[in-house]
């Protein structure tokens, strides 16, 4: 049995999700060949590195990101800190051949990720980005339906984001709306690279936003101007087919009565999909012999595991643990993992042309 070190940099929320992913991979993979070991985390401050390891058995801790890629004993670096710090952090990973698994969006610019593209050229590591919603039970079957041809030649689409975490004016901002990364960035991303999965290359973009206050409180009572959008809409041309599928792609923060919303609907000349987060173990699908839509259980059903069973309803986290679960069998085979960071640059480029149409409102070739 194989047991793969692993080191996170940032141990806020989504440092746990992945970290939860990481230690339970022996339960819901039994037969997997491996194990991971949360060997070390790196924090932004001493107190939350000595609580990590005071709570999670944690061997090595530490508040210096170079400290801990350096390490010899760590074979894989887990990026989970802000994307603002990304790039510095994978540039580290790249110069000492380690092993990444990244959270999104890789970085925070397009400067970043040509530059990353570069390095990546020299890097023969596996890597991979945690677009986990890929690895939903659900985005699995409707990705299946499109490949073996149920749908037939895609037609049109809708995508859309929610949530509703913006609505309070006076609710402090957070690092995101300070440093700059929007809805476009947190959860557009998501949703992009899900079409992308889905359909394909991008043709052309164009986009529209919104800031719902233009102000807004700090965490110490100052009043700042607010710079990243609140919403977005984006019209989309795809490369496929002989025309190309064209819809629509929506993020939202102030959408409300939702909570974390993933939506979508895909139409083609034979058949149909359609699917909501909020009915997490549904898909509905349609066909051209069908009068409206029929739903259909995908619930837990993974092949590789059958724990707990493909009949057990799924969740939220569970995506997380396949993602990972794919990220470690990659390493072990010694394979490109899938999705990996090209497919976080493409997205990075994707998005810059949104801004772009933004800016000129105009459509914009990707």
Same mark, same amino acid.
């Given at each position: 049995m194989k047991i793969y070190n692993v080191g996170i940099v940032g141990f806020g929320f989504i440092g746990k999700v992945h970290s939860y992913a990481y230690e339970n991979i022996k339960y819901y993979y039994p037969d997997a060949p491996f194990r991971a070991k949360l060997? @070390?985390?790196? =924090? /932004?401050?001493e107190e939350t590195a000595k609580k990590a390891k005071e709570k999670y058995g944690i061997e090595f801790t530490t508040t210096d990101y170079k400290e801990l890629i350096e390490n010899p004993d760590i074979e894989i670096v887990d990026i989970s800190s802000p994307n603002i710090y990304h790039y510095q952090q994978l540039v580290c990973v790249i110069r000492n051949k380690k092993n990444v698994y990244c959270e999104k969006p890789i970085v925070s610019t397009i400067e970043e990720a040509i530059q990353l593209e570069n390095q990546l050229t020299k890097f023969d590591k596996v890597h991979q980005i945690t677009f986990h919603n890929r690895f939903i039970p659900a985005t699995i079957k409707t990705k299946q339906l499109i490949d073996n041809g149920f749908l037939g030649q895609p037609t049109i689409f809708r995508i859309s984001y929610y949530h509703s975490g913006n609505l309070e004016r006076e609710k402090p901002i957070g690092w995101k709306q300070e440093k700059g990364a929007g809805v476009l960035l947190d959860l557009g991303s998501h949703i992009i690279d899900l079409v992308y999965w889905f359909l394909g290359e991008f043709d052309e973009? !164009?986009? /529209? $936003?919104?800031i719902l206050y233009p102000e807004r409180p700090t965490k110490d009572g100052? =009043? %700042?101007?607010?710079e990243v959008e609140d919403h977005i809409v984006i019209n989309a041309k795809m490369k496929n087919g002989s025309v190309g599928t064209v819809g629509t792609i929506e993020a939202s923060k102030i959408a409300t009565g939702t909570m974390d919303q993933l939506k979508y609907e895909i139409y083609g000349t034979k058949g149909a999909v359609r699917f909501n987060s909020e009915d997490y173990n549904f898909l509905e699908i349609s066909s051209l012999n069908e009068s409206g839509f029929r739903k259909i259980f995908t619930g837990g059903n993974y092949d590789e595991s059958n724990f707990p069973g493909s009949k057990f309803t799924s969740g939220w986290i569970r995506a997380h643990i396949h993602s %990972? #679960? &794919?990220?470690l069998d990659s390493i072990h085979q010694n394979k490109e993992a899938t999705p990996s960071l #090209? $497919? @976080? *640059?493409? &997205?990075?480029? %994707? *998005?810059?042309? !949104?801004k772009k149409s933004i800016r000129t409102k105009k459509w914009e070739k990707i």
């Open positions: 060997f @070390g985390v790196c =924090t /932004s401050k973009v !164009i986009g /529209s $936003d919104m100052k =009043t %700042v101007k607010v %990972v #679960y &794919n990220f #090209y $497919d @976080g *640059i493409y &997205n990075m480029k %994707v *998005i810059e042309k !949104i």
